[in-house]
């Protein structure tokens, strides 16, 4: 018998292990570019679970698209810290980066980490996981045309040429 | 740049992410409930018997009981005497009439450093403190290991004794850390890089600040947020039952915005708190204890060669540390990139073959560019009982949820037949793999 789609809407355990083994590496390397720092990603990425467990109840269209965007929600409210970390304690991403998969240090993800966060959300989740405007605009409660201008902001400073595939 | 350079670099990076499967356990247990933050309520009769205890048993040799060892056996396994032997209990307090700080624990594992640390508030009032300090001598420590990671006045804290809407809060708060590096920085404390935690005397310096409520706290429901950005602007402290405050969570941007990075943080912090309606600075507890750091007597398993053969690849070993208290392997492979990649996609797993035992917990590589050898990083898992004398290096030929209950967690099938070579939730193709013999 088919089950049940799970999460949120998680039924069991059984269950939020599966999804555990299917999403945890890409909320991780998200959450990873949203944040710049591979330890507090691990932490998102925790927290992200323990939330969908205790909204098991709830039944998205996307399982998927739900845990996104609960971490990157997460990743967003945690920039809100960012100031005391960067200058009170005097803590920058070379460090905090230390331990993350050297495909971080890549010349075009540096480029990307340095975008700023409102741009750099977008480009990650346009870029990579390939979400339309309209969805990006839902996902993190913006006008499509902040969208828009954050993405043309951030292919200006990226510098990309566009090669049609990706235009919203 | 192209587009679809861009996509592939980010695809790189995010997909060659692994979330650690201690993580995963450390989920599933939180989800039944099993491993709640350490939140210890002190009451004096119970100190009084630690103390009774403590005087009774203050000539054993080996510690009996530790925080640091129950931190890093939650998972399973007993501590080996000979890490017992070498966990250090300084027991030295800070104290002023609004609070105290105890250093209870040290070890140097030879690398990281793990310290227990408790916070009491000894007065019936309810105070808010938060740990904004962690250094060794001149060095910062990292503080992303441990309930450190999220203390700081910036981010979190804990609300102890007294009560909230009638719900009476700890009067204590143990927490652990662990520092495997600090941060090294000029004399205008300018970043210069990570720096291995040093051998020698120093003193460690502990700093945490308390605050007064202005308002009464509101106690809150944090899962009642699920992430979602609740964007309002809280004028009292939020805590929840244990006592943990989210300082991050209900304050507006707005608010700190206007500061600058030439004003302290305590400074910053209190201006912000004293708006925002929280809490006003009280006070300051400064814990100093000289601390003497030796890997002397810290037992290490150490490969006695740095290269061995894979399957289509050679393995070159840059650094390896395996203690007790766990460790770190890291090591470039070169070779037929297919063959490298089909390892890694196989899954790399470094195990204790005659012990049964799984000693990764985590690993994750560089970049895979054809004929750059890839750098492979794994981080090691305490362990209880002897060091192994070989260690082997494998890829995984298949792997099942339901064979370990300690690694899987809900999914472990006791009626489920287990393999006789499986190791945790993995059968190793020891073939493809590699022998490293320790000494």
Known sequence: MQREALVPGVTDEEEMCRLMDAYSGALLGVCTLLLNDWSLAQDMVQETFLRAWKRRDYHPESEKAWLMRVAVNLCHDYHRSRWFRYNDRRITPEETMASAPAAFDSEIVQLVRQLPLREREVVVLFYWNRMTAEEIANLLEISRSAVYRRLDKAQKHLKLEWEGEGQP | ?439
């Open chain 2, 1 to 439: 740049m192209k587009e679809t350079e861009l996509r592939q670099a980010l695809n790189d990076a995010i997909t060659g992410c692994q979330l650690s499967p201690y993580r995963k356990c450390q989920i599933l247990a939180q989800m039944k409930g099993e491993n709640e933050p350490v939140k210890k309520k002190m009451t004096v009769s119970l100190a009084v018997v630690i103390a009774v205890l403590i005087l009774t048993l203050g000539a054993a040799v080996a510690l009996m009981h530790s925080n640091i060892a129950d931190h890093l056996y939650r998972y399973g396994g007993e501590a080996p005497d000979a890490l017992l032997a070498q966990i250090q209990t300084p027991q030295e307090t800070a104290a002023t009439p609004s609070g105290s700080l105890t250093l209870d624990e040290l070890l140097y594992d030879g690398r990281a450093l793990h310290t227990s640390v408790t916070l009491s508030n000894p007065t019936d009032e309810l105070l808010l403190y938060t740990v904004d300090e962690l250094s060794l001598g001149n060095l910062p420590l990292d503080r992303t290991g441990g309930d450190l990671l999220m203390e700081g006045a910036g981010s979190a804290g804990v609300l102890l004794g007294g009560t909230v809407d009638g719900i009476p809060l700890p009067e204590s708060y143990v927490l652990y850390h662990e520092a495997t590096y600090g941060h090294l920085l000029d004399e205008n404390g300018k970043y210069l890089g990570q720096a291995a935690i040093p051998q020698g005397e120093h003193i460690l310096r502990l700093t945490v600040t308390v605050w007064r409520p202005i308002q009464t706290p509101q106690i809150v429901d944090y899962r009642a947020y699920e992430g979602e950005n609740p964007n309002e602007t809280r004028q009292c402290l939020v805590t929840d039952e244990t006592g943990y405050c989210n300082l991050w969570l209900f304050r507006p941007e707005d608010a700190y915005r206007a500061y600058n990075a030439s004003q302290s943080g305590s400074e910053m912090y209190a201006e912000v708190f004293r708006q925002l309606g929280w809490a006003e600075g009280v006070d300051t507890l400064t814990l100093e204890v000289p601390v003497t750091l030796s890997s002397e007597g810290v037992q290490l398993a150490k490969p006695t060669q740095t290269s061995y053969q894979l399957d289509g690849c050679t393995f070159t070993l840059t650094s390896f540390q395996l203690s007790h208290a766990g460790g770190q392997l890291e090591g470039d492979l070169t070779g037929d990139p297919q063959a490298v990649r089909q390892l890694l996609r196989d899954g790399l797993q470094l195990v204790d073959r005659e012990g049964r035992r799984l000693l990764n917990n985590g690993s994750y590589w560089g970049d895979m560019e054809d004929g750059k050898p890839v750098h492979l990083t794994m981080m090691l898992s305490p362990i209880s009982g002897e060091l192994p004398k070989e260690v082997w290096l494998a890829p995984a030929k298949e792997m099942n949820s339901q064979w370990d209950p300690l690694f899987a967690g809900p999914t472990y099938d006791p009626d489920a037949p287990v393999p006789e070579d499986a190791i945790s939730i993995y059968r190793l193709d020891y073939e493809r793999g590699c022998r490293m013999e320790m000494e």
